[in-house]
């Protein structure tokens, strides 16, 4: 690993510049953890995308959650102005960029962080104090991708899992919208994910409609339907492919709240997703469905709790288009399938 370099210790102020993605942040967690065993009086701050910081705000492990600039090119440039004074006025020491952006390491830079550690690319390499060799595409889990930053500077990692970050003001909230729905500690709840950002990345809804009716049927399973706001005109269009009702939680929790719900669970069935993720650090069993994503790459790092389906058709993954005639490689997955999957977690 070139420029590998050991942080000094009397380092009392850093940054770390998250990725942009709710399941991104999750695998993130263990870096976080391991810059704070190493560290554990150092003020630690994250630099972030505003969607991601309410669930950062709930890390034990960081002391300050900064919001971030969001947009590219020349007018999105005088938002980061202020947050520039804004870092040279905190006097951080040292900075983690776990994001190959340009944009985010020449703010660092211009803000006077001494220490500045991230991937090396072309454009941005001269920027870093520490620059770190990306490792061929596609060979590494994006949790050990990350970890490889803070590894560069001599921080141990301290385990794969994820840091969930939940409160106990989220398990009340939780608490609270499970009585709503009419959800018993008795009842078995199996939480259904149907949604993700990317369209091919989802199994199809008439799939997850017949596969909600079979586990209602064969499990006497109330199924809870999760997600944010933008997954309710989908979930919708599900429900009225059901026999059964199912229950919908999808935009009446934050974040943290689904994974404080999901513990109410026996089981998530999920896209990979950021909630397959949450669910995964939550401690729920999960059921991942993948097809142009690679579950090597972001699928569970804990086996022992997931069983995992890939509609692997041979094509190369991940697989980056935008737009599929057939989308195969989800279609593939059948009801039987996830149901015999889910078969491992439910049957007593």
């Not at 370099?5 to 380092?11: I, V, W």
Request: proline letters at 7%; aromatic letters at 6%; hydrophobic letters at 45%.
């Amino acid at each position: 690993m070139a420029g590998r370099s050991a942080m000094s210790k009397n380092r009392k102020r850093i940054l770390l510049v998250s990725v942009n993605w709710l399941g991104d942040l999750l695998f993130l967690t263990p870096a976080i953890r391991a810059v704070r065993r190493a560290y554990p009086d150092s003020f630690i701050a994250v630099l972030s995308p505003r969607r991601g910081m309410d669930f950062l705000q709930g890390n034990p492990h960081l002391n300050a959650v900064i919001p971030m600039p969001e947009g590219r090119g020349i007018p999105h440039l005088a938002g980061w102005l202020p947050l520039i004074a804004r870092l040279r006025a905190e006097r951080f020491d040292a900075a983690f960029l776990f994001h190959r952006s340009f944009t985010r390491a020449a703010a660092v830079w211009v803000a006077g962080i001494p220490e500045r550690i991230g991937y090396r690319t072309a454009k941005r390499g001269w920027l870093l104090t520490t620059a770190v060799e990306m490792p061929p595409p596609d060979t590494l889990h994006k949790v050990d991708l990350l970890l490889r930053v803070v590894e560069a500077a001599g921080i141990r990692a301290d385990g794969r899992h994820y840091d969930a970050g939940l409160r106990p003001e989220d398990a009340q909230a939780a608490g609270d919208l499970a009585r709503e729905l009419g959800l018993n500690p008795s009842d078995r709840v199996v939480a259904l994910h149907a949604g993700a950002n990317w369209l091919l990345k989802r199994w199809p809804a008439r799939r997850f409609a017949e596969l909600a009716d079979r586990l209602s049927e064969r499990y006497g399973a109330k199924v809870l339907f999760i997600g944010g706001e933008g997954d309710r005109p989908l979930i919708e269009r599900i429900a009225g492919e059901m026999k059964s009702r199912p229950l919908v939680s999808a935009g009446r929790t934050t974040f943290r709240q689904m994974g404080a719900l999901l513990k109410h669970a026996k089981l998530l069935i999920s896209n990979d997703s950021g909630p397959l993720h949450m669910g995964m650090a939550a401690g729920v069993p999960v059921v991942a469905l993948f097809g142009p994503t690679d579950p090597k790459l972001t699928g569970p790092v804990n086996g022992a709790k997931a069983a995992v389906l890939f509609g692997s058709i041979g094509c190369p993954v991940p697989c980056y288009q935008l737009r599929c005639p057939a989308n195969l490689c989800m279609e593939q997955i059948s009801v039987e399938q996830v149901l015999a999957a889910a078969a491992r977690f439910l049957d007593d």
